[in-house]
């Protein structure tokens, strides 16, 4: 039986109801995932790869792929100069496709917004997807990547423009006020699926950690 179109896939994914049901979504999309979303014309690891080449100098390592998914991004990092990457998505079926590009020195399987398996400050910076989003991760995810970036190192994520309005931006603010980070850029908002216009814009944001 030939696979699902990716914009069902879409849908699917966005329309999961629990942790375990997007997991289990992702599995079933894994192996055919990069292509139907290059298809799509898949924004965000390019955006979120050049806000990562600008706050995060070349060679600072380790850097996390929060969300990492099949590797898109990891496939990328050495290229540009990072020499160390460690992966983690909720997705045993994405990350078994991201290691056979062997491209992250570990992965790891675990649910933004819950304690990630991580000491403080471990982290020379953190990059993030296509993570928070509809239906995936709102800003109950932040706290626990600003804990394992260590004080100088940096976030950069794509936040989807209704989780930035349902509590992202105001908590980026009442953080900033309290001195734990520093808003470095927020891009305009774009629409992360040219192949798919109808869906919500989002923007990318470049964090600080104090």
Known sequence: ??????????????????????????????????????????????ICLALLCRHIPAGSAPILDAGAGTGLIGEWLRIVGYPSAEALDISTGMLAVARRKGVYDRLHQAALGTRLPFDDGYFAGVVSAGVFTTGHVGVEGLEDLIRVTRPGGALVLTVKDTVWAEGFSQRVGELEAAGILTLLEETPAYVSMPGRPETLPARGVALRVA
């Not at 699902?4 to 699917?12: A, F, K, Q, R, Y």
């Not at 139907?36 to 690891?45: I, V």
Request: charged share 25%; net charge negative.
């Open 1 to 46: 039986m030939p696979n699902p179109p990716p914009v069902e896939m879409l849908d699917t994914v966005y329309a999961a109801k629990s942790a375990a049901e997007i997991a289990r979504s992702y599995d079933d999309w894994a192996d055919s995932y990069d292509a139907e979303m290059a298809s799509l014309g898949y924004r965000h690891p390019a």
